[in-house]
């Protein structure tokens, strides 16, 4: 029996740490079945393998890491076209495997995880939804094997939570359009080469003036300005849209002119649905930290996990994760049914944001003193897991969303 | 030619392993179990000898209860053509787990048997062993770097780390190897793999099918902790070192 505790050390130094404590894996049989839960555990042994490692270096230094091409990497891996069809390179799969994906990812790195959640749903997944045949021939490949980084923009300096006051015209011309005005908070910006662009092709219309266009990086009069120093999700480069006379041709309009709206507004309910598995995946690298730490961590001759205190708070960040995981993983299974809500779209991410905000806090101050030192990744979860009530639609919106529409039914 | 792998479902190495209170053995309630690593690199190799078209099929073999259909679906999800369980309600030791692959491989003739060299769960290091000598085939153990030579010489060349570094060895097929821990990397089981496994036939079979005698004659008497490490002690002088080497702790 010695030599097997011998051997199993020697085997796990020896073996990079590949699989970290599966923690829940009671409850996850309540929401998955064989075949989402050996994709789940597949999706976390590579990016516990491939990604967490860089996650720390990726927030110092608030950038992606230049010796590994993670976008290959995840598309060698089948991650970016999970819901696209097979004849492009996807897996014509559904919802609940790309918030299984995203959940995994966030666990590894916040950063990575809402680059990939831009490049994969906002861009990726729009283009599969809106796109005709010759765009999605034309575009989606190279997106999906990770040659290329998409991206999208419909937020301006003047017009986050008013997206519809957008500003950002194009005008008709021969052949085409002319874009300009400016795009903000625009997630792979930076190094996008496709993205998709909400401009005003009639701006006395109001929201129905409003069309999505498929912009390429390096169409003359298309820049990108600054990349934006952020609080968190550092490494997800994030910046400013700038056009000026930006030439657009007819065909890169992606659905209808003057339809964009409706792009718009569909794309953002699916947009929260993975997105909120964003936070679930903050979550589970709280307590992946937490409880290993209450075992080892003594004071007063007792572990940390013995005291009522931390129970406490232990039991609230497993109940808030565990609750958040049921309700995004159920909405995602009726969207893959077909019955897509924006109520429960927005509840997911306003839920799970929320709570993951408050159990990063809660991870800090189970580590105490620690928990205020870079050294320990806390820190950095509660910097990543605040984005998620602003991104996508902040808390208020959604509320606003939700209340919206019980006021009317 | 057609390669065997027998993959042993264990507990996963990360779980801090509880002997149950009666010490009849290891707690496995509610405890995650997954494919032995040794298996994974063997199921590895024998896919990288398929893909250089050596092989024509790879066959994964699982023994043990019905969650072992779970190892194999992990092996056919990385890339395994079909699996066999061999059904058992209860863990077999070594010998008898040899003498059921030495009754499929009289059925299925394959060119090659992969196994890992040891299960992290009882270290045992013998089922590889004895089955090469069940079925008077070559073995290669410890095998570090494996290269089939041209098919129709029917043979492999092995590097085995042993005590004293590398061994080289050279097999005629067919052969029993067994992997050591830096032979290769195992790959990750992809979605679209995890798909295509689904349809992948896992064939049940009966020891009963087998016609193998399962009687051991090994009992486990006892399985209790290692006693705790205990503090050491500072010593004042050399003598009094070497005197507790020799009366205290025996080993000199």
Redesign the interface.
């Known amino acids: 029996m010695q030599r097997l505790f011998a051997a199993r050390s020697v085997l796990g130094n020896a073996v990079k740490t590949r699989r970290r404590q599966h923690l829940s894996s009671l409850s996850s049989s309540l929401l998955f079945d064989e075949t989402q839960l050996q994709f789940k555990e597949s999706v976390s042994k590579f990016a516990q393998d491939v990604i967490a490692p860089h996650a720390e270096r990726i927030d110092k230094t608030n950038s992606f890491p230049k010796d590994v091409n993670l976008w290959k990497l995840m598309g060698e891996f089948n991650l970016h076209g999970i819901t696209a069809p097979e004849e492009y390179g996807g897996l014509g799969l559904g919802y609940l495997y790309h918030c299984i994906a995203m959940e995994e990812i966030s666990r590894a790195s916040g950063s990575v995880a809402l680059s990939y959640g831009a490049h994969s749903n906002l861009c990726i997944n729009q283009l599969v939804r809106n796109g005709n045949t010759s765009q999605k021939h034309k575009y989606l490949p190279k997106l999906i094997s990770g040659e290329h980084v998409g991206a999208l923009a419909m937020s301006e300096p003047n017009a986050g939570s008013d997206v519809v006051s957008m500003k950002c015209k194009a005008d008709k011309v021969d052949g085409g359009f002319l874009i300009n005005g400016n795009k903000m908070w625009c997630t792979n910006g930076p190094s996008a080469q496709t993205l998709i662009v909400y401009a005003k092709t009639d701006t006395k219309a109001g929201s129905k003036g409003i069309t999505a266009f498929v912009i390429e990086k390096g169409m003359a009069g298309f820049s990108t300005a600054q990349k934006l120093d952020k609080l968190g999700m550092r490494g997800s480069d994030t910046c400013e849209l700038v056009f000026e006379n930006c030439f657009v041709p007819e065909e890169n309009i992606l659905g209808k002119e003057g339809k964009g709206v409706y792009v718009l507004m569909s794309g953002l309910d699916l947009e929260r649905l993975v997105l909120a598995a964003g936070p679930l995946g903050i979550m589970q690298a709280c307590l992946d930290i937490v409880l290993p730490y209450i075992r080892q961590r003594e004071q007063f001759g007792r572990p940390l996990g013995e005291f009522q205190f931390i129970q406490g708070k232990v039991a609230d960040m497993y109940t808030a994760l565990q609750s958040s995981r049921s309700y995004v993983y159920s909405v995602a299974r009726e969207c893959d049914n077909g019955k897509v809500d924006p109520k429960d779209c927005a509840g997911t991410i306003l839920c799970a944001a929320e709570r993951a905000t408050q159990v990063a806090l809660q991870a800090i101050q189970c580590l105490g003193g620690n928990g205020y030192i870079n050294e320990y990744a806390t820190g950095r979860l509660l910097r990543d897991a605040k984005l998620y009530e602003i991104g996508a639609g902040t808390s208020e919106i959604r509320r606003m969303v939700i209340g919206r529409e019980l006021f009317k039914e | 030619m057609k390669i065997l792998v027998a993959v042993k479902r264990v507990v996963?190495?990360?779980?801090k392993?509880r002997v149950k209170p009666d010490k009849t053995g290891v707690d496995t309630q509610?405890v995650?179990m997954?494919m032995n690593?040794f298996c994974e690199i063997a199921l590895e190799e024998a896919l990288r000898i398929k893909e250089a078209g050596f092989a024509k099929e790879v066959v994964a073999v699982s023994i043990g209860p019905s969650q072992c259909v779970?190892t194999l679906?992990?092996g056919l999800?990385m890339g395994a053509d079909r699996g066999i369980h061999v059904e058992a309600s209860y863990s077999f030791l070594p010998l008898t787990i040899a003498k059921i692959l030495k009754s499929l491989a009289d059925v299925e003739n394959p060119g090659l048997i992969f196994l890992g060299k040891q299960a992290?769960?009882?270290?045992c290091n013998q089922t590889g062993q004895m089955v090469a000598a069940l079925l008077g085939w070559p073995q290669a153990t410890f095998a570090s770097k494996v290269v089939v030579l041209d098919k129709d010489k029917q043979s492999a060349t092995v590097d085995r780390e042993v005590d004293e570094g590398l061994e080289t060895l050279s097999v005629d097929l067919p052969a029993v190897i067994t992997t050591d821990?830096r032979l290769n990397q195992p790959r990750?089981?992809?979605?679209?793999n995890?798909?295509k496994a689904?349809s992948k036939p896992i064939k049940k079979m009966t020891l009963e099918d087998l016609k193998v005698d399962i009687k051991s004659d090994i009992e486990i008497v006892e399985?209790?902790?290692?006693p705790k490490r205990k503090s050491g002690v500072i010593v004042s002088s050399v003598d009094e070192l070497i005197y507790k080497l020799k009366n205290e702790a025996h080993v000199v």
């Open positions: 996963d190495y990360a779980v392993i509610n995650k997954s690593p779970d679906r992990t999800a992290i769960d009882d270290d821990l990750y089981a992809t979605l679209p995890i798909m689904k399985v209790t902790e290692p």
